[in-house]
């Protein structure tokens, strides 16, 4: 059978994250590098999309692909991590020092791939700074000032409500790590983890590597963003909101039911004996 039960595929991630967090600083920091380049594309195929066709619900079914590439490859994503290596701590497959140098290692990867991205993309859709106005780039700009300066501008409330979408986001996005090992089949992963972040990006939630890459991107090609604008009112708040979505949420919780169920299996056996 191709489906993985839940309990399993549990199992499987506490596996999978022990590995992540036994690799060389080196490969989490390329791998993350990648991951972090990678959802730089999917954000501006999604942005392009939605501006094509005035329409953002096609750009949130079209922006999982760069999920896609980077679970089948296996990279390293900082937020996918918050849910699957707290399993294997929890596991007992490892503890918490690898675990906190992989986040560390992996944040930074993905920060340096997605402004390398940025880079990139900002000489592309200016043309080498002789076009300063389109459609995309307005879009790009629109975004980003709405993932700062919309909090910025009501205060303290403005702070409570990007860390709840930052939650909100984490939620799916872990689910989604998690989705894709509730199958054995290539297709059957790609359909499962597909679900979850075509919800949390067509919500328009907050999602910190996402935000590693349109922020900047928006700060090159014309936005009157400033860097403590970044980090203040999006980048840390969304970090944290991420992380505890992802460890509360989504790795503690299914790591509890799972093993309730593993136990009641055991006694249910010894019944049967």
């Given at each position: ?111 340096t ?13 200016t ?22 300066f919309a909090?910025?501008?009501i ?14 986001c ?6 989604g ?56 009112w ?16 989504t ?23």
């Amino acid at each position: 059978m191709d489906y993985v039960k839940p309990k399993d595929a549990i199992h499987d991630i506490s596996l999978a994250g022990a590995t992540k967090a036994a690799l060389p600083s080196s490969h989490i920091f390329l791998k993350a590098m990648l991951a972090g380049a990678f959802l730089g594309y999917a954000t501006t195929l999604a942005l392009t999309a939605s501006t094509q066709t005035g329409m953002d619900i096609v750009g949130a079914a079209i922006f999982p692909a760069g999920f896609v590439m980077v679970l089948l490859l296996n990279l390293e994503l900082v937020t996918g991590s918050f849910a699957m290596l707290p399993i294997a701590v929890l596991r007992k497959k490892t503890t918490i020092k690898p675990v906190l140098r992989n986040f560390a290692w992996a944040f930074f990867g993905n920060l340096t791939g997605s402004i390398f991205y940025a880079v990139l993309f900002a000489i592309f859709i200016t043309k080498l700074g002789h076009v300063q106005d389109s459609l995309l780039i307005d879009k790009i700009i629109a975004v980003a000032e709405g993932k700062t300066f919309a909090y910025q501008a009501i205060g303290t409330d403005g702070m409570v409500v990007v860390f709840v979408k930052a939650l909100l986001c984490n939620w799916m996005v872990t689910l989604g790590a998690v989705m894709a090992f509730t199958s054995r089949s290539t297709i059957g992963k790609i359909a499962a983890m597909w679900l979850p972040i075509f919800i949390f990006f067509a919500q328009g939630f907050e999602h910190a590597v996402v935000n590693m890459f349109v922020i900047p991107v928006a700060m090159m090609i014309g936005a009157d963003i400033s860097f403590s604008d970044w980090w203040l009112w999006n980048q840390i708040p969304v970090t944290i909101g991420n992380f505890i979505s992802g460890f509360l949420f989504t790795g503690l919780v299914l790591h509890i039911i799972t093993k309730e169920k593993a136990s009641l299996s055991i006694v249910n056996d010894k019944k049967r004996a």
